[in-house]
């Protein structure tokens, strides 16, 4: 396939490639997706400040974070299912942040089992956790990501519940038929192998990834659904931010945060990072945008910890505007997801590339020879900072 030449183009030709239902679950949002604009709308709105006839001959986008250095600062968001995505999905995406220099985070609900993205890449990546009813599911997926090396834990606690998220009732697949349903709907095209797409309808257990063990022999996809629908934990308190450092050696990101004692409370209860994050906009439809309430978390969290933000960031414009607003590195969700649906791993690699260059010239247009130099000085208008 011909690589598009712009990372929005990818959008497009995942929405062209994919079954519809998958395509919509990727693109959605909850409710009617006002927090989802949100993301892009605010953080577009921001105004970078044009610097002229500054030496910005050396441009350095590499950043160094948890102890490894990063060629720049994103990483890629764990995105549950991404595996269906393409062929092994996960692995893919893994193989090609670890060739970019970023971190890969893997969702708890990945659709490739942590031990086979372990085998697969030499890089250490990150794991996702959720809080999960069955804490011995919990505790066996720590094990696994300690023996795996896995380099941070991100344990995301914006999801006590599943958001509503109306167009996956629409296409089908949160409807009493669910996935068998929508992808029987959809037809024999969803096997065909352009789509590189070998989770079937009747998933077999390697393919329902870290859920597998738990579900047993003979599952579905529709199983896995009613296992993550039954297992997140609305109980969630900062009581198991403690349950989990204890069972987590390295560095610990509480993902989710958006408003500022939250972000008191991850750091006095042993985070050592924060991503301020709406989920995408996928869980409380009305939530503030992430753009509008870094600046606050970043003044509260004052440097004493790592502080990553994500939601809407689409250009290396988009990953200046929020280490300007005070975010040390930026996490891209669906991004990523709609170049592994178009091109696979090289479709990853290739956004990765385009958004570095994109990085780059927004640097130097602004003035900022290392990432250290971007600040509220970075941004025109209101927000600045002269
Ligand atoms: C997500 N996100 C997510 N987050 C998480 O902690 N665990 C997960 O399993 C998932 N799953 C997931 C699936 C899909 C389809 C999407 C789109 C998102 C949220 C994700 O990590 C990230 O916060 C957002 O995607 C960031 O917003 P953008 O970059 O998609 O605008």
Redesign the pocket.
Known sequence: MKLPAAPEDYRAIARRRLPHFLYE???GGAGSEQT?RR??GDLQSIALRQRVMVDVEDVDTSTSLFGKSWTMPVAL??????GMYARRGEVQAAKAAAHAGVPF?L????ACPLREVAAATAEPFWL?L?MIRDRAFMADLLDQAVAANCSAL?F?VD?PVPGIRYRDYRSGLAGASGFAGAARRFGQGMMRPRWAWDVGVRGRPHQLGNVARVLGGKSGMDDFFAWMRSNFDPSISWKDLEWVRGRWPGPLIV??VLDPNDALEAIANGADGI?V??????QLDGAPSSAAVLPAIAEAVAGRTALLA?????SGADIVRMLALGADAV?????W?YALAAAGERGVQHLLSLLKQELRVAMTLTGCARISEIGRRTIAGPLAER
């Open positions: 679950y990727l693109d989802m993301n892009l968001a764990p995105v549950g299912l991404a985070t969702s708890t609900v990945s996702q959720y991100v995301t999801m993902k989710g991503v994050s709406n989920h995408g906009g996928r994500d939601g809407g960031v689409r996490m891209i969700g669906r991004p997801v």
